[in-house]
């Protein structure tokens, strides 16, 4: 879940994608599918040199297969707020 980055991890995401965490739509924008599949695997203790020529051989559908979209719980929201996708 996207909801699990730590601010650090979000802000690499953006950076990457250049699009704001919470417009981050992976199922629309290639750049946004790879941002969060670098920082996915950097997470996961991949080096970067490893993540980036991973990232290479993923296809489309590897990337319609990872990703979801969940919509938030209005408990989860607190007061019904939109939250970025998870």
Known sequence: HTDELTL???DQAEKI???PYSLLNPGFRAKDAKALY???LLRSGASEEHAVK???TITLA???KAFRWEEAS???A????QL???
């Open 78 to 81: 607190g007061d019904g707020e």
């Open 84 to 86: 970025p996708p998870s």
């Open 8 to 10: 650090d991890e979000c």
């Open 38 to 40: 670098l920082v996915a």
């Open 54 to 56: 991973q990232l290479l």
């Open 62 to 64: 590897d990337a319609a």
């Open 74 to 76: 209005l408990a989860a």
């Open 17 to 19: 994608s250049g699009t």
